[in-house]
């Protein structure tokens, strides 16, 4: 790894128009695609069983922030997100290498935001020390429920003891900025629990919370359940009991709505994803890993075995001018999809992201940033939106009311896919 390092550090890249705003990321993502086991409700890139392919990923992760790096020199970083899989389950140690690798490439902020996804099995003291060594100071946590029955049918790999011995190790070590995952809408799943997940875990004074409803998604063992008559999805009155439920146990207890799914105490917004719905460019590195960069989306190739292997084979020019970055994207081997994103996609992607976050869509803002009026974009029945209490407006913002939080897919449909056109 460290001759082909500074092999491509000598390489000497120039991109045209490289200060220019479209270029420019502050946030970037790694991609840990290892997991102990694969939850049977998991779409995510995510892999088990093939831990044995960990230190050439990890190789081919630290090669490919060295090309980027080399591409798009003086980035300042303001947030790092390793994410997955579970990066957690691997060694302590590829952390802090590529965290190395990453301050050797980029100029990271004073204070930047470093946040590690991590399995409550995965936080022992030793690790959160090394994980605060290296340079992580915030911690995502997968909690999930802290029932042991709903955590045994949702195919976790810790129960209610250890999720709690995890939350203690973080207290114990002053690692104070952490955020809990809790998921709500889950088969048989009751308001009585939920309310004692939410109630005992603000006692370990979490920064953050996100809160993610249950999904059957396609090609997952639990949409063949389903299919299968196996299992059946809650029922929709329970679920809007449990969704309230949690939005008054966090709105009681200092925790801010900032974004739909995501809650935070003043001050400790995610940093890193409020760049994703400030629909902001972002660099995504590893097998999978999406990137939004220059108005373009791109992916890496999602199988791990395949992106270390063409990790090994990208070819780095010499005295290479970039005239087009669209072309560029097509040049690199260990690139699997892109696609550029049009007006018309970016006035819409505005709008839902505007609408995700407590601060809403500004009509100001909207015509500032497209010198377009937003009317045109909106429903033709948005009217039936605010009658039925799914959305408030003033003169120039509009929100979502909690209600309309809570059916906010069918509002977002009617933007993206008007009815009658």
Request: charged residues 25%; proline residues 3%.
């Amino acid at each position: 790894m460290e001759n082909t390092a500074k092999k491509i550090r000598k390489t000497k890249i120039k991109m045209e128009n490289q200060n220019k705003p479209e270029n420019f990321f502050e946030s970037i993502y790694v991609h840990i695609p290892f997991c102990e086991i694969k939850c049977p409700y998991c779409d995510f890139n995510a892999y088990s069983d093939v831990d044995h392919l960990t230190e050439n990923l990890i190789n081919s992760i630290e090669k490919e922030i060295v090309y980027w790096g080399t591409l798009f020199k003086n980035q300042k970083i303001k947030s790092i997100f390793f994410g997955g899989g579970t990066p957690s389950w691997i060694e302590s140690k590829y952390i802090q290498n590529i965290i190395k690798i990453i301050k050797e490439n980029f100029n990271l902020n004073k204070d930047i935001e470093i946040t590690l996804e991590s399995n409550p099995m995965d936080l022992t003291k030793t690790k959160i020390d090394d994980y605060l060594h290296a340079g992580i100071n915030r911690f995502s946590v997968g909690i999930q429920s802290l029932n042991d029955k709903t955590l045994k049918f949702i195919g976790r790999n810790h129960n209610r003891k250890e999720a709690l011995k995890a939350l203690k190790n973080l207290n114990d070590k002053k690692a104070n900025n952490f955020s809990v995952d809790i998921m709500f809408g889950i088969p048989y799943q009751t308001v009585a629990e939920i309310k004692e997940t939410v109630e005992t875990l603000i006692k370990f004074n979490p920064t953050h919370f996100s809160s993610y409803s249950f999904t059957i998604e396609p090609n997952t063992p639990f949409h063949k359940f389903v299919k299968e008559k196996k299992i059946k999805e809650l029922d929709e009155d329970i679920y809007i009991d449990i969704f309230n439920t949690i939005y008054s146990i966090l709105k009681n207890n200092n925790y801010i709505n900032y974004e739909i799914s995501n809650w935070a105490l003043k001050g400790y917004e995610s940093t890193h994803n409020t760049n994703y719905w400030d629909n902001n460019n972002f660099l995504g590195v590893g097998p999978g890993a999406h990137s939004y960069i220059n108005e373009i989306r791109f992916s890496n190739t999602k199988s791990p075995k395949k992106y270390i292997e063409q990790i090994e084979k990208c070819k780095n020019n010499n005295n290479l001018q970039i005239h087009n970055f669209n072309e560029f994207i097509k040049t690199i081997n260990f690139i699997y999809d892109h696609e550029i994103i049009t007006k018309d996609a970016k006035q819409k992607e505005y709008i839902i992201f505007s609408l995700r976050k407590n601060t809403g869509l500004s009509k100001s803002g909207f015509k500032k940033e497209f010198n377009e009026n937003i009317e045109k974009f909106l429903p033709e029945n948005l009217n039936n939106f605010i009658d039925y209490n799914l959305i408030k407006t003033d003169e120039d913002i509009i929100k979502l009311t909690d209600k309309g939080k809570l059916l906010s897919n069918e509002l977002f449909r009617e933007i993206l896919y008007p009815s009658g056109k």
